[in-house]
T-cell receptor, first 115, second 111 residues
């Protein structure tokens, strides 16, 4: 196991629902990330948090709202999603965003289906 | 904008073969390059990280090379095993952990 956990592992929601994805890292890292992996597309970086501060928002629609209450927990709040938002959402953590040797450790992902 | 391309998209080999996966990137101003493995329905596992000043890294049966000037990296897998079956992803780090990924190579090693 990588030390990064994500819940739930699977989620089916309607377009009018509100749900949240949770990520927790047990590695003592300072940086956390959300990625989106759609079929036949490369992983896309969504958000980066470094020491609980958001340092990157990669032009993500406002229907995705991240929250990082501390360096061990990361949430992705979802509301009024579209079917094209169906994807595997991956969380990752690393020791420090910016170091040239920084390696990211990934969680198992949440498979999201929007009906 | 950085683009990462991986060839081939899929590869099927019999057990025991040595194989090479290719990765190319368009902007050579990178901090490092990483190879990851992804099993179906699971997250990514980091295999090797090559810093921009390095030429190669080795871990067990895996060897990754980097030619930054030409924008290329290869992942060599020796004596492949069925347990190596997975999708292999290449990612370049352009700074502040901004990773740009390729689409991956899906590898199937048959017994």
């Amino acid at each position: 196991e990588t030390g990064v956990t994500q819940t739930p592992r699977h989620l089916v929601m309607g377009m009018t629902n509100k749900k949240s994805l949770k990520c927790e890292q047990h590695l003592g890292h300072n940086a956390m990330y959300w990625y989106k992996q759609s079929a036949k597309k490369p992983l896309e970086l969504m958000f980066v948090y470094n020491f609980k501060e958001q340092t990157e928002n990669n032009s993500v629609p406002s229907r995705f709202s991240p929250e990082c209450p501390n360096s061990s927990h990361l949430f992705l709040h979802l509301h009024t999603l579209q079917p094209e938002d169906s994807a595997l959402y991956l969380c990752a953590s690393s020791q420090h965003s910016g170091a040239t040797t920084d390696t990211q450790y990934f969680g198992p992902g949440t498979r999201l289906t929007v009906l | 904008k950085q683009e990462v391309t991986q060839i081939p998209a899929a590869l099927s080999v019999p057990e025991g073969e040595n194989l090479v996966l290719n990765c190319s990137f368009t902007d050579s101003a990178i901090y490092n390059l990483q190879w990851f493995r992804q099993d179906p329905g699971k997250g990514l596992t980091s295999l090797l990280l090559i810093q921009s000043s390095q030429r190669e890294q080795t871990s067990g049966r895996l060897n990754a090379s980097l030619d930054k000037s030409s924008g290329r990296s290869t992942l060599y897998i020796a004596a492949s095993q069925p347990g190596d079956s997975a999708t292999y992803l290449c990612a370049v780090n352009e700074g502040y952990s901004t990773l740009t990924f390729g689409k991956g190579t899906m590898l199937l090693v048959s017994p």
